[in-house]
């Protein structure tokens, strides 16, 4: 009699480095960290990691250089427009070792764009990019992010990032999807806590978080499970009902009505 197969689940990751001083000051709020995330989850890719960080070179070089080395795809935004903090794309050509260039397609789309009497010296600035870098499509300005490696870099306004991110994440090759599935209930975090962890035990292949609320006047929590095996997740599940019930609480299946 042959032994079970033991199938292992294909893990593809990911990292999102936001650039700007503007964003770390608080002057502007980050909204596309999370828009990255939502969409590599539905093709199969775990964000790990997201990163803020300074209009500064060397870490911008650092930063990107040891992501790329650590996860499957890196996705940074902000730092590609035309004024002297857009840094990024010569910042990327450091990390990379290659020089920076005028990129001739992106010449050609920022000169037809904007015209012979509207092109500028700074508006010029966006169609640089390093050698070997492929562009990412931008359908809403024109001025093209780019891809070098398995660096994405995309621009910072929202409503553009995530223009670019639609068109390229189709081309994106994802693993095993992560499902999950939200057990909740009008229980204390520090009620449940300790079968919660003998839970998370049992299951050392699913991830189980749990997540308080206030609702309705009473504190209680979510219990997110989540992993690639259906199977598993359900099973969890059952045993988190009764563990849930056991404690003196009502199971709700998924999020409480507010």
Do not use: W
């Amino acid at each position: 009699m042959s032994e079970a197969k033991i199938v292992t689940p294909k893990i593809v990751t990911g990292a999102v480095v936001v650039i700007g001083n503007e964003i770390l000051s608080g002057r502007t709020k980050d909204l596309n960290v999370g828009y990255i995330a939502s969409g590599l989850t539905a093709i199969g890719v775990r964000l790990a990691e997201a990163r803020f960080i300074p209009d500064v070179e060397a870490t911008i070089v650092t930063t990107v250089n040891e992501l790329r080395a650590k996860f499957d795809y890196v996705f940074t935004t902000g730092g590609i427009g035309p004024t002297h903090d857009d840094i990024t794309a010569a910042s990327i050509s450091k990390a990379f070792g290659v020089p920076l260039i005028l990129h001739p397609v992106a010449e050609k789309l920022l000169r037809s764009h904007y015209g012979p009497d509207n092109i500028t010296e700074a508006r010029m600035r966006m169609a640089h990019t390093p050698e070997g870098a492929t562009l990412i499509d931008n359908p809403v300005s024109v001025a093209p992010g780019f891809q070098i490696g398995n660096v994405f870099v995309l621009a910072g306004v929202p409503r553009i990032c995530q223009a670019m991110f639609d068109g390229l994440k189709g081309a994106l090759v994802g693993g095993d999807r992560v499902l999950s599935r939200t057990v909740s209930g009008y229980i204390g975090e520090g009620v449940i806590a300790k079968d919660l962890g003998a839970l998370q035990d049992r299951y050392a292949a699913l991830e189980i978080g749990s997540y308080p609320f206030f609702r309705q006047g009473k504190f209680g929590a979510s219990f997110v499970i989540r992993g690639t095996d259906q199977v598993a997740i359900d099973a969890a599940a059952v045993e988190l009902h009764t563990i849930i019930k056991t404690l003196g609480a009502e199971p709700i299946e998924g999020e409480p009505v507010a």
